[in-house]
């Protein structure tokens, strides 16, 4: 059997094989928050022809039905099938890197005096050739030649497989390169200057980002992104843990985030023309699970209490372990963790905005999927994860979408007609709305009366917006042709649970160090998403503390920032180990008073004004309007 | 099609094989000097049943072929065959040990006051459980734990792989087992007093002797031998480096021994009801040759001037790197070699016989293959490879066999009518000859004057055994029912140069030194061959230095034994290091004066009578009776 999708493309299906898993087989990956069990209804296609069994239609309504429509993910064809699929439900890298951007990186490094100094060391011998008098073995000559030199290294087997015949063929005269950290003589190759590259990797739950890097000049020569196909095992770490132990997937969940890797280099190497075997070392920085999928270690007692990780200082490993298709003997570095929920991903971002070395008080902020906070400066930091969830990124949010093409990322609602202005990605037909579309439209909906204080819809007659909706009351943004995007009670619930928990975090750090809001004198944005929001709405909706907006700064993606240093750098690698072991993780959850500052934060902006005197202002100046 | 045998087996057969192919497939190993080129004529097989081609018949007689006599390794199937192996063809392994004298290693160990301290230590780890508030990783907090005793460990990926259950499952109380060479963490274990057990194995180019020890102990509770597999690559080490390298069989002939330690280390852990696991190190003999083929190194360069191994002193490895099924982490230790052709077997026999440690003068002598040959004391030790042959293994002579079933393995000729009195192992009927009767027999037919000074037949009339056969003159030692067996002048001439090569470089070396042969005050005999041969009658042929009968020593396997004592102690391991540093590697053949002690060395007992007083004595006496 098989599919024939809309472009002409066609995919063979096996014997009850779902939709869904024809196409993430086929590398379409489709929107699912659920990770394909018919929960989420986001994995929508249209069925043009054929027959199918369909197992469950949730959050379809009636008309979808009719039109066609289906879960991919509870659909399993019984004939060959033509299909369409809409763009809203499928996934699409948005951001693509722009390598302008990259510039700055050897900047950061030049600018901490780090040396350049990558995972390799190359030592150049010329050795005398053997003769009867002087009959020592390969191995003992190179050690002699070293010895001089005061080098003592390691020789694991594989060292040995091309040596006789390498050093012959050179006449003795070659560079022996070696692992600085475990002291591993790695192989041999002729007195050549030719280029070599690294890659600095950000294993991130939802993307994964490459970077392609010239060892010598540090510059960035290629970028890559694509989705972490680890998705098809759900969308959050909580559910691949799962997937990974009770599931037993973990070596799928490895393969699948190690393929990504290998597809996104198999496309620079053929760009630039390179031979893998000149791509010889490799830096990876990703949240605690993601490492340890990425080394496909047990994560399970990552998610039990007391949430204690295998590993959070890895060792150098190699790139034959990792399955990565460089070359085999290239090392690989992964940031270090802190713990369970702040991985090596912060770890780069603290090391990327050089917050440990400064004097001034810094909040770092990674607004993913986990929402990590770092507190801190050059004597101290503490750090957090605040179990944001994901609805930022569009998940367990009615029409939520990422930030591409048809996305609304901007909302400006008439204080007298209420009606909405929409600015769309692409400005093109509304799809969905994306994290700073709802961040803007929450604060603007409470600025304009259409939600309360508590963030609950207000059904006035004068707002033809609001209406009763098949999950109680919904703000409708758009509804023409079919298509309606809105933003439902239960989103706006879940958006505000959210900005809370990130809210009350950085104020419980805070409290545990004995400082308050108007203390931090810089905020870092990090992440994709950071790129987009508005602060200012930010801070009506109560997310970000209530400080001068040039205070902020976004930071884009620090984490593969900070692989790019530790791939460049001993310095950066030891500073990286010396930043993990300041950082004092703080389990929020545990604290007596969590509970009262996250009740606290569930208000717009917060039910103690005082902490937001500019919003307090806005208010005040509305009011009087009004 | 297929091949039945006399005894009922029956093997299949692919087109094109030759029967030597599908017997040798099949682990019917057969004599074939010249490894399966038709050349030496030794691979027979009787054919008496069904149709096939020849492509040749080398060294078969007429009465032969008519018989159906062929050669394995020159026939290939044509129908199904019915066949009989003739015992002479037939490889087994004569030489069972008897454990009974096993016990004396452990006697070794103790005479030496060496520690037993095994290639993995045990490390108790009784780790506070973790909690919120003490929220290490696994690894931190093992490290935290070793950190007091002062260990500092290397975490390999694999060291990870059940790690996280295994703690919690024996509720943080485990033993770590480390290898303190590459102070490698290699995997952890319950709390239990379980015996442990490892492998000294002898990788002899034409035997694989395996200990099973009790690593607590150090008894030896079984002991297994085989022929070396990669025999069917050629009986010596330069055929077999020929066909690792021109060849491209490095790969098959690793395998080779590999799987020959993997079928004896089997049918021990059937034997004594023992889990692989509990196999956890393994220490092994060799040439430089066979230490090489074993860990699959290019042996190229060993067999090229100037001589080249690319390792003496090997690094610690581990059984997965092998391919030996014991425990995967199990290390390996390999004893370290001197030069391309003296190596860790010859280490291991100047370790076990103690030589470095006293201060008279020993002479070291291992007379397989080779011929090696150490001098010295505790001061200084000088070494030599003899390039003896493999002749009084019975390759490259027309009746030679090795010393089982039906060997003649000692000869007396009346000196009256000239006519030989055989004594046969196993008291059956002659079908060849043995070292040791090889070394019978040309003394006592020089001693009756049926040779000369130089080694030539002396075809007299009252000596009707020697005549004129297909090679020259011959020497019969029977011939009864159609069969002969035979030392021809090619054959004679053949032991007269392996005597010679060793006396040759006994000489040698002792000139070196500025030694005579008198000042030896002990020679030890290593070697399955050496345990049979006849004292007197070695000095006769000028194979052995003329001294007194109680200063030879027979010492049998020293290559397993020495495999044995590095296995069990850390102090040993070292020894054989500082051994193997000690011995100065003399190349004879390019020694100006070699051709010379050679050329002197070719007659019986040498051109130098001076130095055979007794077999002067002995010369003196026959001419005075006749």
Same mark, same amino acid.
């Given at each position: ?19 869904y ?30 027959e ?29 099938l ?26 950061i ?11 390799i ?35 694991p ?16 005269g ?21 280029k ?30 694509t ?34 890797v ?55 490993w ?125 604060a ?37 042709d079919?298509? %309606?995007? $809105?933003?439902?009670?239960v989103?706006?619930? @879940?958006? &505000?649970?959210?900005?809370? +928990? !990130?809210?009350? *975090? ?14 931090? %004198?810089? $905020?870092?944005i990090?992440?994709?998403?950071? @790129?987009? &929001?508005?602060?200012?709405? +930010? !801070?009506?909706? *109560? ?16 984490? $593969? ?9 001993e310095?950066?690698r ?9 950082m ?15 009740m606290?934060?569930?208000?717009l ?22």
């Amino acid at each position: 059997m098989k599919v024939t999708l809309h472009d002409g493309t066609i995919l063979e299906v096996s014997e009850g094989e779902t939709l869904y898993e024809v196409l993430t087989r086929s590398g379409i990956y489709l929107t699912a928050s659920c990770g394909g069990k018919g929960v989420c209804g986001k994995c929508r296609v249209k069925v043009l022809d054929g027959e199918f069994d369909c197992r469950g239609y949730a959050k379809l309504t009636k008309a979808e039905i009719d039109a066609g429509i289906v879960l991919a993910c509870q659909t399993v064809p019984r004939t060959d099938l033509r299909i369409e699929i809409p763009q809203e439900s499928r996934l699409t890298v948005g951001d693509r890197i722009a390598l302008s951007r990259t510039k700055d990186l050897a900047g950061i490094l030049q600018d901490y005096g780090a040396s350049v100094s990558p995972l390799i060391r190359r030592t150049t011998l010329q050795l005398p050739p053997p003769s009867l008098d002087d009959n020592l073995s390969d191995l003992e000559r190179i050690k002699r030649s070293l010895d001089e030199e005061g080098i003592t290294l390691r020789y694991p087997r594989r060292f040995f497989e091309d040596l006789a015949q390498h050093l012959r063929r050179h006449q003795w005269g070659v560079n022996l390169c070696w692992q600085p950290d475990n002291r591993d003589a790695l192989f041999i190759e002729p007195l050549s200057s030719e280029k070599r590259y690294g890659l600095a990797v950000d294993v991130g739950t939802t993307t994964v980002v490459v970077y392609l890097v010239d060892l010598d000049t540090g510059e960035v020569i290629d970028t890559g992104s694509t989705y972490n196909s680890q998705m098809r095992y759900g969308d959050d770490v909580i559910t691949r843990i799962i997937n990974a132990t009770e599931g037993g997937l973990l070596r799928e969940l490895r393969k699948a985030v190690i393929e990504d890797v290998n597809d996104l280099l198999e496309v620079m190497l053929k760009r630039h023309g390179l031979d893998r075997r000149k791509v010889e070392s490799v830096s990876i920085a990703g949240n605690t699970t993601m490492s340890h999928l990425f080394w496909g270690l047990d994560p399970e007692f990552i998610r039990l209490d007391p949430y204690i990780p295998t590993i959070n200082l890895f060792p150098v490993w190699y790139a034959r372990e990792a399955g990565l298709r460089t070359n085999p003997d290239a090392p690989v570095f992964t940031l270090p963790c802190v713990a369970s929920y702040v991985g090596g991903d912060i770890v780069a971002g603290v090391l990327a905005t050089g917050i440990h070395r400064r004097h001034e008080l810094s909040l770092f902020m990674d607004i993913g999927t986990n929402g990590e906070i770092v507190i801190g400066n050059r004597d101290w930091l503490v750090t957090a994860a605040c179990s944001a969830g994901p609805c930022f990124e569009g998940s367990g949010i009615k029409c939520g979408m990422r930030a591409t093409e048809g996305a609304i990322e901007g909302v400006r609602i008439d204080p007298v007609t209420l009606e909405p202005e929409l600015k769309v990605i692409g400005d093109t037909r509304p799809m969905g709305i994306c994290g700073s579309g709802m961040i803007d439209a929450v604060a603007e909906m409470f600025l304009k009366g259409v939600v309360d204080q508590k963030g609950r819809l207000q059904d006035t007659p004068n707002n033809a917006r609001v209406r009763e909706g098949e999950d109680g009351l919904e703000y409708l943004f758009y509804g023409e042709d079919n298509r %309606e995007v $809105v933003l439902t009670q239960v989103d706006l619930d @879940n958006l &505000i649970r959210a900005k809370g +928990a !990130i809210f009350a *975090g950085i104020s419980l750090l805070l409290k545990e160090v004995g400082l308050d809001l108007n203390s931090i %004198e810089k $905020v870092y944005i990090a992440g994709g998403f950071g @790129n987009y &929001i508005d602060v200012r709405k +930010a !801070i009506v909706l *109560g997310m970000l503390p209530d400080l001068p907006e040039e205070r902020f700064q976004f930071v884009g993606n620090t984490s $593969v920032a900070g692989a790019y240093l530790c791939l460049l750098s001993e310095d950066m690698r030891r500073e990286a180990e010396t930043v993990a072991s300041m950082m004092t993780y703080i389990e929020l959850s545990m604290k007596p008073n969590y509970m009262d500052e996250f009740m606290s934060a569930l208000f717009l902006p917060h039910t103690d004004l005082g902490l937001f005197p500019t919003v307090r202002g806005l208010l005040q100046e509305m009011s009087k309007n009004s």
